[in-house]
């Protein structure tokens, strides 16, 4: 194979005075070769996971008929412009082994990624790594964090949180190991710094006071972007202009955000900055995008609730607390205003495949190349029932996905299909969790 033409380096920052910016995957970033040389070089994969709590109403959400055909549920109707690139999956299963009592939502979020049950202890921590984590440590040696694990609401809580459980089995999915389960971040302004500046402290009043005597990031920047711009070729110099100008945008916001939070009741608003919440999620998502399209990270996970979460969604008329109406009884009030919330929930994640659909990513979309877990631990939320959970799974997987159908399983445990997912990443287990095997890869293949 011979190289016709240098290519800019896939590390390339943007520096500036205090401030660096890893750069999107440009075409000037893949060399050129000769007609000798093979195929192109492989597109990267991404995987990523947007887990919603306390179940679903099914009736609402479940496809009646499988294969390409089916309809599009009131629940699903949202992603209706998105129908090609994601494949509904039911049958899966997520049953906790017998012995252990109680604890039905602690089991839901901790069995998502690792496929094992926790202990029914308050202050003794046992699980397993979860497939994100599995998945990181071959991903992140490539970039420059392993992962990120992002939440709406706080994880600021300790003790019990459901019938005895440890808090931490329901406030995170990720688990690095048996005993270490990942802390979330809600906070928007920490996550950016996470991803685009270090920060010398979290102190409320000194964040505010370093955020209103600096300048932008990309003031600071600007002479190197214009060097940059000159030696690119148009497509590379369009790409790099929407990716500045989506970076600007998302500080911006988080900046207006914060301002406003400061006038906002903290007891009023427990889940975070900004207080209206649709404004928190897309925050949220907006960044989950930046990280993904400069390869800042490979990994990432959304939790957009905890289990057993109390949320309030007045804007779409529940004013009703998530948790306990999703415990419905089949009274029909409360089934709709679950439905409601299931649905809202799932306009959150069509956002995000829109995002991902119009944000160019090498020779496709960042969408193309993604493996996008959307689900619960739990399907019918009156019954705590780990049968047939809600799993949506998106994206083209760099090549290794194809959507546009419902494919129904006969109760196969989900953790079948992690293995079959990160043998996608190169990563072969034999086992994990309660995996009795691997969900066929051409399965999802088909479309």
Same mark, same amino acid.
């Given at each position: 194979?011979?190289?016709?033409?240098?290519?800019?380096?896939?590390?390339?920052?943007?520096?500036?005075?205090?401030?660096?910016?890893?750069?999107?995957?440009?075409?000037?970033?893949?060399?050129?070769?000769?007609?000798?040389?093979?195929?192109?070089?492989?597109?990267?994969?991404?995987?990523?996971?947007?887990?919603?709590?306390?179940?679903?109403?099914?009736?609402?959400?479940?496809?009646?008929?499988?294969?390409?055909?089916?309809?599009?549920?009131?629940?699903?109707?949202?992603?209706?412009?998105?129908?090609?690139?994601?494949?509904?999956?039911?049958?899966?299963?997520?049953?906790?082994?017998?012995?252990?009592?109680?604890?039905?939502?602690?089991?839901?979020?901790?069995?998502?990624?690792?496929?094992?049950?926790?202990?029914?202890?308050?202050?003794?921590?046992?699980?397993?790594? $979860? +497939?994100? *984590?599995?998945? %990181?440590?071959?991903? #992140?040696?490539?970039? /420059?964090?392993?992962?990120?694990? @992002?939440?709406?609401?706080?994880?600021?809580?300790?003790?019990?949180?459901?019938?005895?459980?440890?808090?931490?089995?329901?406030?995170?999915?990720?688990?690095?190991?048996?005993?270490?389960?990942?802390?979330?971040?809600?906070?928007?302004?920490?996550?950016?710094?996470?991803?685009?500046?270090?920060?010398?402290?979290?102190?409320?009043?000194?964040?505010?006071?370093?955020?209103?005597?600096?300048?932008?990031?990309?003031? $600071? +920047?600007? *002479?190197?972007? %214009?060097?940059?711009? #000159?030696?690119?070729? /148009?497509?590379?110099?369009?790409? @790099?202009?929407?990716?500045?100008?989506?970076?600007?945008?998302?500080?911006?916001?988080?900046?207006?955000?914060?301002?406003?939070?400061?006038?906002?009741?903290?007891?009023?608003?427990?889940?975070?900055?900004?207080?209206?919440?649709?404004?928190?999620?897309?925050?949220?998502?907006?960044?989950?995008?930046?990280?993904?399209?400069?390869?800042?990270?490979?990994?990432?996970?959304?939790?957009?609730?905890?289990?057993?979460?109390?949320?309030?969604?007045?804007?779409?008329?529940?004013?009703?607390?998530?948790?306990?109406?999703?415990?419905?009884?089949?009274?029909?009030?409360?089934?709709?205003?679950?439905?409601?919330?299931?649905?809202?929930?799932?306009?959150?994640?069509?956002?995000?495949?829109?995002?991902?659909?119009?944000?160019?990513?090498?020779?496709?979309?960042?969408?193309?190349?993604?493996?996008?877990?959307?689900?619960?631990?739990?399907?019918?939320?009156?019954?705590?029932?780990?049968?047939?959970?809600?799993?949506?799974?998106?994206?083209?997987?760099?090549?290794?996905?194809?959507?546009?159908?419902?494919?129904?399983?006969?109760?196969?445990?989900?953790?079948?299909?992690?293995?079959?997912?990160?043998?996608?990443?190169?990563?072969?287990?034999?086992?994990?969790?309660?995996?009795?095997?691997?969900?066929?890869?051409?399965?999802?293949?088909?479309?």
């Amino acid at each position: 194979m011979i190289v016709f033409k240098k290519a800019v380096s896939r590390r390339a920052m943007l520096r500036g005075v205090g401030a660096s910016l890893a750069l999107p995957l440009l075409d000037s970033m893949v060399p050129v070769f000769t007609a000798r040389a093979a195929t192109p070089a492989q597109p990267v994969n991404r995987f990523g996971v947007m887990y919603v709590p306390n179940g679903m109403i099914m009736q609402n959400y479940l496809p009646a008929t499988e294969g390409t055909a089916y309809e599009l549920t009131p629940t699903l109707r949202t992603l209706a412009p998105h129908r090609d690139q994601l494949q509904v999956l039911s049958g899966l299963t997520c049953i906790p082994p017998p012995g252990r009592p109680g604890g039905a939502h602690a089991k839901a979020s901790t069995r998502f990624l690792t496929d094992i049950s926790p202990p029914t202890s308050e202050t003794w921590l046992d699980a397993g790594i $979860s +497939v994100d *984590q599995i998945l %990181a440590q071959e991903t #992140g040696k490539h970039t /420059q964090l392993a992962s990120l694990e @992002l939440a709406i609401e706080s994880g600021e809580t300790a003790g019990a949180c459901d019938t005895g459980y440890a808090c931490p089995y329901t406030n995170t999915i990720s688990w690095k190991g048996p005993s270490t389960p990942l802390p979330t971040q809600n906070n928007p302004r920490l996550v950016f710094e996470r991803l685009f500046g270090d920060s010398a402290s979290t102190d409320p009043k000194e964040r505010l006071s370093r955020i209103r005597g600096q300048k932008s990031i990309l003031d $600071s +920047v600007t *002479q190197e972007v %214009a060097r940059l711009q #000159g030696s690119l070729p /148009q497509g590379d110099r369009t790409k @790099l202009s929407e990716y500045l100008d989506s970076i600007r945008g998302v500080e911006r916001r988080i900046q207006i955000a914060e301002t406003g939070h400061q006038e906002v009741p903290t007891v009023e608003h427990p889940a975070g900055i900004p207080a209206n919440w649709e404004d928190h999620v897309k925050l949220m998502l907006d960044m989950k995008v930046l990280a993904y399209q400069c390869d800042l990270t490979r990994v990432i996970t959304l939790m957009m609730g905890h289990e057993q979460s109390g949320m309030t969604y007045p804007q779409i008329g529940v004013p009703d607390s998530h948790h306990p109406i999703s415990h419905h009884q089949r009274e029909p009030e409360k089934v709709a205003k679950t439905a409601k919330i299931n649905a809202y929930h799932m306009t959150m994640f069509a956002y995000l495949l829109e995002k991902m659909r119009t944000t160019r990513d090498g020779d496709g979309t960042l969408l193309d190349h993604m493996t996008l877990i959307y689900g619960a631990g739990i399907a019918d939320s009156n019954t705590h029932a780990p049968v047939d959970i809600p799993f949506i799974l998106a994206g083209g997987g760099a090549g290794n996905l194809k959507g546009g159908r419902h494919t129904r399983l006969k109760d196969v445990p989900l953790a079948n299909l992690h293995l079959t997912l990160m043998d996608q990443f190169g990563v072969h287990w034999d086992r994990i969790g309660d995996s009795t095997g691997r969900v066929d890869p051409q399965m999802l293949r088909v479309g």
